[in-house]
């Protein structure tokens, strides 16, 4: 007895009922938990024989089974109950493809799209009433993600030219996609969650989609409410906590063979940071906030304007390199983190991952910039903000840049 092929069918089994037992529950008059668990079963069944004898059977199973669908469909619309719509026939023909796809021994492809599927399927009032939400702003933001990743992003050659081989096309714009996708991706969250949440969701999507630009908002916030100062700031500080978790990500998409090199001292920081903003939350003790409305950041003329800086950066670090030493990079470092820390973090991680750059040198060029990064937000609190919000934005950027001069200074 193989052990693998009743295992394959034992998860064909599982996963046609899961996916039947939704449709059962949700459209009593369409295909169900039998039905659905027989046609997985089924797929897997023919993806064995085709294996077995050759031919055309797994194809000649999938044909038939969608002629037995398209009979169904016929009968049903003779019927005066309203048909659902052809949800249930794409399913099930998916259900077949999962199917013979544990034949394969694709197990775990197997289990995410028939797990994937059933949850789509159950989603369905969740989701419709999402795209009835959606404005112009939103498709536009969804739109331009697409022009981005899947129009601009093929055509570009991924190639490296200009000074010191640093500016690959492809890659500079493969890295404009991953910060609008994070963008994007926060800011819908805050469009439909944040919006109704409080100051701790307020700081987590701020820094998420921009940790300097939530320092404005409510800095300016601060100037016409005094009183919401204790607010602001917590808001602030946690979007500063934030941009560490962000910078992580980051790191492991872009350079995953690093990933772990770094996480001790970010996540150092990260932590004694949340420490420090769990203690401007305990001192708070003011009602929470609603977030200010988020803004588009699909921006196409900002997304050139970082991939231009993104490529400024690799050749600021490269020329450095060559002719400063470290001291011209850490110097590069802070520049570059004063306003945006992605363009530095990026473009260190590339560097570190081609060898043109130790993992040592690396972290500490990415922590200099963020400590440069919270220090401009300061003078930001200072130009636009309360004098109340400065005075606490001073403690506690001054306790987070104290704890990461002290991780430069210690850390071997």
């Known amino acids: 007895m193989d052990f693998v092929i009743w295992q394959q069918f034992g998860i064909a089994l599982g996963l046609g009922l899961l996916v039947g037992l939704q449709r059962e529950w949700a459209e ?25 004898f050759g031919g055309m059977i797994l194809t000649g199973g999938f ?15 003779r019927s005066p109950e309203a048909h659902p719509g052809p949800t249930t026939e794409v399913a099930a023909l998916l259900m077949f493809g999962v199917g013979a796809l544990l034949q394969k021994g694709m197990v775990a492809e197997a289990v995410v799209i028939g797990s994937g599927v059933a949850l789509l399927l159950h989603w369905k009032k969740p989701l419709h009433h999402f795209v009835e939400r959606i404005g112009a702003t939103d498709i536009r933001a969804v739109f331009r993600m697409v022009l981005i990743a899947l129009v601009v992003l ?3 050659p991924d190639r490296s030219y200009g000074p010191y081989e640093v500016l690959n096309p492809f890659r500079i714009w493969l890295m404009v996609v991953l910060i609008v996708g994070i963008s994007i991706t926060s800011y819908l969250i805050s469009r439909y969650v944040g919006a109704r949440s409080g100051s701790v969701i307020s700081g987590i999507l701020g820094g998420l989609i921009s940790s300097t630009a939530t320092t404005v908002t409510y800095a300016r916030r601060s100037k016409k409410a ?14 500063s906590t934030i941009v560490f978790v962000r910078v992580g990500f980051e790191v492991a998409v872009v350079a995953p063979d690093i990933f772990w ?21 305990v001192l708070s003790r003011q009602k929470q906030a609603r977030a200010p409305e988020p803004k588009d950041p699909s921006n196409l003329a900002a997304a050139v304007i970082f991939g231009g800086l993104y490529a400024l950066v690799l050749l600021a670090v490269a020329a450095a390199i060559e002719y400063l ?40 060029m990415m ?44 850390w071997p």
């Open 28 to 52: 009593p008059e369409a295909a169900g938990i039998r039905t659905f668990a027989l046609i997985t079963v089924l797929g897997t069944v023919c993806a064995h024989l085709t294996a077995l």
């Open 63 to 77: 044909v038939a089974l969608g002629g037995l669908m398209i009979l169904s469909n016929l009968r049903r619309e």
């Open 154 to 156: 093929p055509l570009l």
């Open 226 to 239: 005094p009183d919401s100062a204790s607010l602001a700031a917590l808001v602030v500080m946690i979007a």
């Open 261 to 281: 090199q770094i996480f001790p001292q970010f996540g150092f920081i990260g932590g004694w940071m949340a420490l420090i903003a769990f203690g401007a939350y």
């Open 325 to 364: 030493g470290h001291g011209g990079l850490y110097l590069v470092a802070a520049l570059s983190g004063l306003t945006d820390m992605d363009a530095i973090t990026l473009s260190t991680a590339q560097l570190i991952t081609a060898g043109k750059l130790t993992v040592h040198t690396g972290w500490r």
């Open 367 to 410: 922590m200099v910039g963020a400590l440069s990064n919270i220090m401009f937000k300061g003078v930001v609190v200072a130009i636009l903000g309360a004098p109340q919000l400065l005075f606490r934005i001073a403690l506690l950027f001054g306790c987070s840049m104290l704890g990461g001069g002290v991780l430069l200074w210690l």
